[in-house]
């Protein structure tokens, strides 16, 4: 009897949904520190420091700026504890320049993310 | 005797077929690229597709919290149907004084639609205080005629000894529907449950007449605040609406051997 209610198709694919949906949720829990890490360059390739980051969320309705930081010497920025899920970074340093806006989709909200391409800064005219 | 091939027959059904998928594939299509429906020439595989619209949609409204909603309503609704519709086949297989005027009174309520007695049914709602509940939304829905028959058909086709056996054996008529009729009739239940099931997962009208808080609204009511909120998102739109198919299609591709055995039962004699 326990046999045929294992191997019944309704309990395999109900389970199996059940089974993935808490390897998400557990996946989640584990990388949901709401970190956003990059690194500012200039044109050339040099890392630009105290450039202002903004991170900003993106709906489907507007985009709106939930936190602000500045690059140290190396041209990093990190931030965290954001809740968003589709990022909008945009940086920019009086008098360099400013760097195209980006966005980013996330998987879900707080998703940590690391800018494997650098946010480039060019010069304003 | 001359044997006709069979691969002409074949091949248009195949093409008729794919004709009828053709629609869905292009809403799957467009909710995991987002492309503009008059694109021409219309691409058949998706170009560089992402599940991101089904994200926007999950955190656009409380898609969850409109699941759960549709979840509890669809499982009163079956349950509420197999055990109404079980009990109401079971007398109409059986003979009494003025059974074919019943039986043509059922008939005849089927050709009222349902937006003709939306208003007595309201009021009926509200003075019974399940305005607003999920025994409200699910009401309407508790037994349908056509599944009533369904499951006659399923116990015309017992033999009248067996009942009879039960009787001796001191077995009440509801004892008889559950223990003996019922485990008999699996096509029968299984035609009720997607048919229940598919018409509570897709009312929208009767929700949208009995809620008024939207943490009680039903999965079609979302998608329609959705498309009030969201006026330009094909690709999340699309998203939304095979997220809302998808629980229906996976009810039907599990039971769809019971559910085309129970409808076609009868149909050939012998």
Not at chain 1, 51 to 74: C, F, G, Q, W
Not at chain 2, 124 to 135: A, H, P, Q, V
């Amino acid at each position: 009897m326990l046999r045929s209610v294992l191997y019944n198709r309704y309990t395999i694919t109900f389970g199996t949904i059940a089974l993935l949906a808490m390897v998400w949720n557990v996946y989640v829990m584990v990388n949901d520190d709401g970190i956003v890490a990059g690194r500012v360059v200039a044109s050339d390739g040099s890392p630009v420091e105290n450039a202002t980051v903004v991170l900003s969320e993106k709906t489907l309705l507007v985009t709106s700026p939930r936190d602000k930081t500045t690059t140290d010497a190396d041209g990093r920025f990190k931030f965290s504890g954001h809740t968003v899920y589709h990022v909008y970074l945009e940086a920019y340093k009086n008098g360099v320049g400013r760097a195209p806006q980006k966005d980013y989709h996330l998987y879900f909200r707080g998703q940590n993310l690391n800018l494997s391409e650098s946010l480039q800064i060019e010069k304003t005219q | 005797m001359h044997r006709y091939p069979r691969w002409p027959i074949h091949l248009m059904l195949s093409f008729i077929s794919t004709l009828m998928l053709i629609p869905f594939v292009w809403v799957l299509k467009t909710s995991l690229t987002g492309e503009n429906i008059f694109t021409y020439p219309p691409s058949i595989l998706p170009e560089n597709p992402h599940l991101f619209y089904y994200v926007d949609v999950w955190y656009s409204i409380p898609f969850f919290r409109y699941l759960i909603n549709s979840v509890i309503v669809s499982a009163i609704v079956v349950a509420a149907n197999i055990v109404l519709n079980a009990m109401a086949g079971y007398s109409l297989s059986r003979e009494f004084a003025g059974k074919k005027i019943i039986i043509v009174l059922f008939l005849s309520c089927m050709m009222v639609p349902f937006q003709v007695t939306i208003i007595p049914a309201y009021l009926i709602t509200k003075e019974l205080g399940l305005l607003n509940t999920y025994l409200g939304m699910a009401l309407p829905l508790c037994s349908t005629i056509v599944c009533i028959f369904v499951f006659k058909s399923s116990f015309d086709a017992v033999p009248k000894s067996l009942i009879d056996a039960a009787r001796i054996d001191g077995l009440s008529d509801l004892r008889i529907i559950f223990r003996v009729l019922v485990p008999l009739s699996q096509s029968a239940i299984a035609t009720n449950i997607i048919l229940a099931f598919i018409w509570s997962w897709n009312n929208f009208l009767w929700p949208l007449v009995i809620i008024r808080d939207q943490a009680m609204q039903t999965l079609p009511l979302g998608l329609s605040r959705f498309l009030t909120v969201v006026e330009d998102t094909t690709g999340a739109l699309y998203a939304f609406c095979i997220m809302v198919l998808l629980p229906g299609l996976i009810i039907f591709l599990l039971a769809q051997k019971q559910f085309i055995a129970g409808l076609t039962r009868g149909a050939a004699k012998g």
